[in-house]
């Protein structure tokens, strides 16, 4: 695995004894690619996206902590007399698609010995790292913003990870598990550590799988960017292996009110500047400075596809819609499927928007 990850600044491949989540020049951690796809090693005797284990980046003989995560439905469906298939990763243990991430993130630190770790998360995140620290023992304290919607809050509780309720922005939770960093504590961060995107690609593989090739248009909310650039990671992997002969047309979706992505796209920079932020329904994907900014916006300037936004009206009017169609998802989710109602792309072939989290987890009335 750690030949495989290399810091973006000065290349140093990942230590093969530490957990860091960050290379000491203060250069992000990744993947130039993601272990190689091979179709021979997909083990179908195994469940979920343990069947992808060959591709996940874990030492052979890693622990693997597993709920149950992936295998997750597509669902087909009808939107606006178009057929379009949904990826539910709302079904996943957790009730969300960070559970892919997560187990491989908890088997490396395990492969590690590494027994107790902070982590912080405007929610999903947090409760998936709970449930997964809980199933290994592992101790863990989760920093999320105080504004947390009260579901999320309690999942993490109730799993039994310490929950440190931050007060202001995400920005702020982010801000203080870095202080228990450094004090010396060992930082399980899914949004720096690099490991969840092979977990990520597993949805990719899975798609590809379930429709027999290539989507037209993969749909998603974009956060980090972690969901987004591991799903096109993975269809990298596939088509570097010849599963697939063309990639589809990725279309990244923010919150108006937190778009740092598409702003940085608009202007045709490379990197996100400090862009104003505010509140948003879409919780999940408020994050105002994206780690994987430069590794999107580099594919969106290669012609992958692109970003665009949504205004809080457009998530309100897309959850209500999804809801109709016996889809119960969080705001965030419906994202996911804004830029086909406001005609910001105009989709061809199959359509696969991915709805990321449980509306269980909102306490938001809309
Ligand atoms: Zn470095």
Redesign the pocket.
């Known amino acids: 695995m750690a030949a495989l990850i290399r810091?973006?600044?000065?290349?140093?491949p990942y230590p093969k004894d530490q957990t860091p989540h960050r290379?000491?020049?203060?250069?992000l951690f990744g993947y130039a690619e993601l272990p190689h796809y091979q179709a021979s090693m997909v083990n179908h005797r195994l469940h979920g996206m343990w069947k992808y284990a060959a591709m996940l980046g874990l030492e052979e003989d890693s622990p693997v902590v597993t709920l149950g995560e992936g295998d997750t439905p597509l669902l087909k469906s009808t939107l606006n007399g178009r057929e379009i298939y949904f990826k539910m990763e709302s079904q996943n243990p957790t009730g969300s698609f960070k559970d892919r991430g997560t187990a491989v993130l908890l088997s490396f630190l395990l492969s590690r010995g590494i027994r107790e770790a902070v982590e912080d998360s405007s929610g999903n995140a947090g409760a998936s790292f709970a449930a997964y620290a809980a199933k290994t023992g592992l101790l863990g304290t989760i920093y999320a913003p105080e504004s947390t919607s009260g579901p999320k809050q309690r999942q993490i509780e109730m799993y039994g990870a310490n929950l440190v309720r931050v007060p202001g922005p995400r920005s702020e939770a982010a801000r203080a598990v870095l202080t228990a960093v450094g004090e010396g504590r060992v930082y399980a961060s899914h949004a720096y550590m690099p490991f969840g995107l092979a977990g990520y690609a597993t949805i990719a593989y899975e798609l590809v799988d379930s429709l027999q090739g290539a989507p037209g248009v993969v749909i998603a909310p974009v956060g980090h960017g972690g969901l987004f650039l591991g799903v096109m990671m993975g269809f990298e992997s596939l088509l570097r292996a010849g599963e697939i002969d063309r990639m589809p047309y990725f279309v990244g979706v923010q919150a108006e009110n937190c778009s740092p992505i598409v702003s940085a796209f608009h202007n045709g920079d490379r990197e996100c500047h400090e862009t104003h932020v505010s509140k948003t329904l879409a919780e999940g994907a408020s994050v105002a400075n994206p780690v994987h900014a430069k590794a999107i916006l580099d594919r969106m300037y290669s012609g992958m596809g692109i970003v665009t936004s949504a205004s809080e009206n457009e998530i309100i009017h897309a959850y209500q819609i999804l809801a109709h169609l016996g889809i119960y998802c969080e705001p965030t989710s419906s994202l996911s499927i804004t830029p086909l109602l406001n005609d910001k792309i105009s989709a061809i072939g199959t359509v696969v928007s991915i709805i990321t989290g449980s509306g269980y987890k909102t306490n938001t009335i809309l």
């Open positions: 810091c973006s600044q000065c290349q140093l290379c000491s020049c203060g250069g």
